[in-house]
């Protein structure tokens, strides 16, 4: 299995700053035929299901703000989320879908 | 619009068993691939298993944890697909999710979608 790792567990900002989440995985979630990341960025709010954010690692999903960014390829990934919102107050996960479909251990963030 | 409803959660004593159901409307149900992710509480998204769709054989995978204990099935008349969770421990408590997941390509732009039912609670305890 893939294992996927992030970093931090939690992180604490100020409404108006910029988060930076990272996740890294075991083996390369570049799938060669279609140059194409793997990689998903999910967020969580209390009581509610996972929600899609991005996915190829950079494409945002319709609807999600611009201040969401990804990027990164190979192992190596990163969720950018610039104007911290009180909205945005939730547990981000990244996810592999490259084989089967495993997470990160999951990213609080939080409003200082 | 795809909506995906699991039920059959409930509390269950320590060696027991439980099957719950995810019945799924709005999309071609047999070809989907059909994932179980479960979350503990306070605790972070694991992938259970999965079924593949009919055009790859309806063969399942399980993780670690649950393989020998747990199986997935699909019955596509129904447009569901079951859990059966046997031998449960205590370390199953957990809140339940299905969740299909489908790789389009449209105008030659290749976009990802899933798609997730509200979840069912697992509790295992005596």
């Known amino acids: 299995d893939i294992v996927m790792t992030q970093s931090p567990d939690s992180l604490a900002l100020s409404l108006g700053e910029r988060a930076t989440i990272n996740c890294k995985s075991s083996?390369?979630?570049?799938?060669?035929?279609?140059?194409?990341?793997?990689l998903a960025w999910y967020q969580q709010k209390a009581g509610q299901p996972p929600n899609l954010l991005i996915y190829?690692?950079?494409t945002r999903v319709s609807g999600v703000p611009d201040r969401f960014s990804g990027n990164g390829s190979g192992t190596d990934f990163t969720l950018t989320i610039n104007s911290l919102q009180a909205e945005d107050v939730a547990v981000y996960y990244c996810q592999q879908y490259y084989n089967t479909r495993t997470f990160g251990q999951g990213t609080k963030l939080e409003i200082k | 619009e795809v909506h995906l409803v699991e039920t059959g959660g409930g509390l269950v004593k320590p060696g027991g068993s439980l099957r719950l159901s995810c019945a799924a409307s709005?999309?071609?149900?047999?070809?989907?691939?059909v994932t179980w992710v479960r979350q503990a509480p306070g605790r972070g998204l694991e992938w259970v298993g999965h079924i593949k769709g009919k055009t790859d054989a309806g063969t399942t995978d399980y993780a670690a944890p649950v393989k020998g204990r747990f199986s997935i099935s699909r019955d596509d008349s129904k447009n569901t697909v079951y859990l059966q969770m046997k031998s449960l421990k205590t370390e199953d408590t957990a809140v339940y999710y299905c969740?299909?997941?489908?790789?389009?390509?449209?105008?030659?732009?290749?976009?990802?979608?899933?798609?997730w039912g509200q979840g069912t609670l697992v509790s295992v305890s005596s």
């Open positions: 190829w690692a950079s």
């Open positions: 969740t299909t997941d489908v790789i389009t390509m449209v105008r030659g732009i290749m976009s990802y979608f899933d798609f």
């Open positions: 083996q390369s979630v570049l799938y060669g035929s279609n140059n194409k990341n793997y």
């Open positions: 709005g999309f071609t149900f047999s070809d989907a691939w």
